[in-house]
């Protein structure tokens, strides 16, 4: 089991900055990947920016240039900061950590956190 905790989420004017941090406790040394996913109020949940355990990043095209997720290994801690923020970044944004299991990893078990809520005013 993993259990993950988020943080740092508010309420920013736009063009400014947020950083959430994503705690991760449990089975955390069996994560493969963390990353952030937002959901808007009348849309599905959408991926933001994942890492893996060897640091390489994917981003949403939506986030290329603005937000860059990063990792502490040694803190089980995952970061996103969150620059140049636009109205349409409003969103409940949940930590996610998956774990490859089975025969050749082919099960991929997801942990979520509880959500933080950001909201960028115009």
């Known amino acids: 089991q993993v259990r993950l905790v988020e943080s740092g989420g508010g309420l920013v004017q736009a063009g400014g900055s947020l950083r959430l941090s994503c705690a991760a406790s449990?089975?955390?040394?069996?994560?493969?990947?963390m990353g952030w996913y937002r959901q808007a109020p009348g849309k599905q949940r959408e991926l933001v920016a994942t890492?893996?355990?060897?640091?390489?990043?994917n981003y949403a095209d939506s986030a290329k240039g603005r937000f860059t997720i990063s990792r502490d290994n040694a803190k089980n801690t995952v970061y996103l900061q969150m620059n140049s923020l636009k109205p349409e970044d409003t969103a409940v944004y949940y930590c996610n950590a998956k774990i490859l299991t089975g025969v050749a990893a082919a099960i991929t078990i997801n942990y979520w956190g509880q959500g933080t809520q950001v909201t960028v005013s115009s």
């Open positions: 890492i893996t355990s060897s640091g390489s990043t």
């Open positions: 449990g089975s955390s040394r069996s994560i493969n990947a």
